[in-house]
């Protein structure tokens, strides 16, 4: 079950909460959804941080600038829409 949580994504800190964390006699299915939710969350975070990650390395492909300063000022206007002096 250890090697499960831990290949799902859980730390070890989350699996020590899973196995000691509720009152005795929780079942298996209710510590899971519990920790799930919290889970779900971070996971939902780190798929929008890759993709824009994702992003940014598919726009730089397309890169005509001439030096990365030029590049970082475009990033940064196109994805917070303010323009940099």
């Known amino acids: ?5 831990r290949q799902t994504g859980f730390t070890l800190s989350e699996i020590k ?3 000691f964390g509720f009152r005795a006699g929780t079942p298996p299915s ?3 959804q519990k920790l ?4 779900i969350v971070e996971l939902d975070a780190m798929l929008e941080y890759i993709q824009t990650m ?3 390395l598919d726009e ?4 005509r600038c001439t030096a ?7 990033i940064f ?3 917070c829409g303010k323009e940099l002096p």
Request: glycine share 6%; proline share 0%; hydrophobic share 30%.
């Open 77 to 79: 206007e196109k994805r």
């Open 68 to 74: 990365l300063e030029e590049c970082g000022k475009k």
């Open 17 to 19: 909460e899973l196995f």
């Open 54 to 56: 994702r992003d940014l």
């Open 36 to 39: 799930k939710k919290r889970k």
């Open 30 to 32: 209710v510590r899971w």
């Open 60 to 63: 730089q492909g397309k890169c």
């Open 1 to 5: 079950m250890i090697q499960k949580a």
